[in-house]
T-cell receptor, first 115, second 114 residues
Framework: GESVGLHLPTLSVQEGDNSIINCAYSNSASDYFIWYKQESGKGPQFIIDIRSNMDKRQGQRVTVLLNKTVKHLSLQIAATQPGDSAVYFCAESRLSSGSARQLTFGSGTQLTVLP | DAGVIQSPRHEVTEMGQEVTLRCKPISGHDYLFWYRQTMMRGLELLIYFNNNVPIDDSGMPEDRFSAKMPNASFSTLKIQPSEPRDSAVYFC????????????FGAGTRLSVL
């Protein structure tokens, strides 16, 4: 079946370094992808998104890269800070019945920022 | 904007009891989603509503689960009778129709069924 999954379950980086979180997807028909951040005890928080007709999108300290050839998505966080420690999910968004976009979440990557 | 509000934040109950989880979506949003999160299965969509009408409930695990949305500002997810395997964090999310339809999540309800 179709699925969205993450390559690495945990990632530890030094404060100030850049972080790269990877995600693989299998549904070639997916046209929209979202990265969410989930801090302990909180709900997922939208970070950044990208449409399938783009290969890169930048936000504040974050960049998402999309490689449709190999069905790969990555989230890059520049100058990682302690507040970036969280679980990061990629999600595949697709139109469904009722015209809503349903999300299929990957398993998540725990990012730990070391002092 | 207060965001999506869920209550209670924590619920501990005994097997067989009825549990009701509540959600207030972001004002003006016309889609509402209920998710369940566990370590084993991650985030799973249970059901979603559009303009208070249930559209897709294929993720609801069993008949013990039911969800309602009596008006645009309130939804409930009920489990009766509850079982230990229902223990999870339940999230509500809402979104606005059109365009990216980005979902915004509440803080969740942590349910423990003993």
């Amino acid at each position: 079946g179709e699925s969205v999954g993450l390559h690495l379950p945990t990632l530890s980086v030094q404060e100030g370094d850049n972080s790269i979180i990877n995600c693989a997807y299998s549904n070639s028909a997916s046209d929209y992808f979202i990265w969410y951040k989930q801090e302990s005890g909180k709900g997922p928080q939208f970070i950044i998104d990208i449409r399938s007709n783009m290969d890169k999108r930048q936000g504040q300290r974050v960049t998402v890269l999309l490689n449709k050839t190999v069905k790969h998505l990555s989230l890059q966080i520049a100058a990682t800070q302690p507040g970036d420690s969280a679980v990061y999910f990629c999600a595949e968004s697709r139109l469904s019945s009722g015209s809503a976009r349903q999300l299929t979440f990957g398993s998540g990557t725990q990012l730990t920022v070391l002092p | 904007d207060a965001g999506v509000i869920q209550s209670p934040r924590h619920e501990v109950t005994e097997m067989g009891q009825e549990v009701t989880l509540r959600c207030k979506p972001i004002s003006g949003h016309d889609y509402l989603f209920w998710y369940r999160q566990t370590m084993m299965r991650g985030l799973e969509l249970l059901i979603y509503f559009n303009n208070n009408v249930p559209i897709d409930d294929s993720g609801m695990p069993e008949d013990r689960f039911s969800a309602k949305m009596p008006n645009a500002s309130f939804s409930t997810l009920k489990i009766q009778p509850s079982e230990p395997r229902d223990s999870a964090v339940y999230f509500c999310a809402s979104s606005l129709a059109g365009g990216k339809n980005i979902q915004y999540f509440g803080a969740g309800t942590r349910l423990s069924v003993l």
